[in-house]
């Protein structure tokens, strides 16, 4: 589980903290509202990767009848549509990660943000070959070399270093922002 131990809630509560952790099951929903969680984030399967694989349309109404504090949705949402359904299902609101990279307030490059746009809905998968933790990555050639498709070190010319943890964000997104 991704979310705060106890002792941690504890010690944010005491400086008032509004606690909210993010997590992919209703047991770890269960468990950080009894330690005093202000509210819980649930991320589904269509989010980042990090909490588990369980779709967010599965996730939510479980974790809704699980527990008494209020529910933030995270995973797949991107606009107004996605609001409304999450609301439907009784959620506080919902929580948007990659949505806001493309914004126009973001700092992300341009090029960047057009290399996001060209991958179709297919266009990603979670992976744990980045660092050992599950991230999800656009399918590039960093992509196909972490899962072992291609010799060698990382794509991205000379400059890449030798873990792909520490390689430019032009190595993940495969030409992109250089």
Do not use: C
Not at 17 to 46: F, N, T, Y
Not at 99 to 117: E, G, H, M, Q, W
């Amino acid at each position: 589980m991704l979310a705060p131990k106890r002792e941690l809630i504890d010690k944010l509560k005491e400086h008032g903290a509004v606690v909210i952790p993010s997590v992919g099951l209703p047991r770890h929903a269960e468990k950080v509202a009894s330690w005093g969680a202000d509210a819980v984030m649930i991320q589904g399967g269509e989010g980042g990767g990090h909490t588990g694989a369980t779709p967010t349309t599965l996730l939510l109404p479980t974790v809704l009848d699980a527990v008494d504090i209020p529910v933030i949705a995270a995973g797949g949402f991107f606009d107004g549509r996605g609001l409304a359904a999450a609301l439907s299902y009784g959620a506080a609101g919902i929580g948007m990660g990659t949505r806001f990279l493309l914004t126009n307030d973001s700092a992300v490059p341009d090029p960047i943000k057009t290399r996001y746009l060209e991958f179709g809905l297919d266009g990603t998968v979670v992976t744990a070959k980045a660092d050992g933790m599950p991230h999800r990555l656009l399918r590039t050639e960093f992509h196909r070399w972490a899962r072992g498709r291609v010799p060698g070190r990382p794509p991205g010319g000379n400059n890449a270093p030798h873990s792909p943890v520490q390689g430019p964000v032009r190595t993940v997104l495969g030409g992109a922002g250089t």
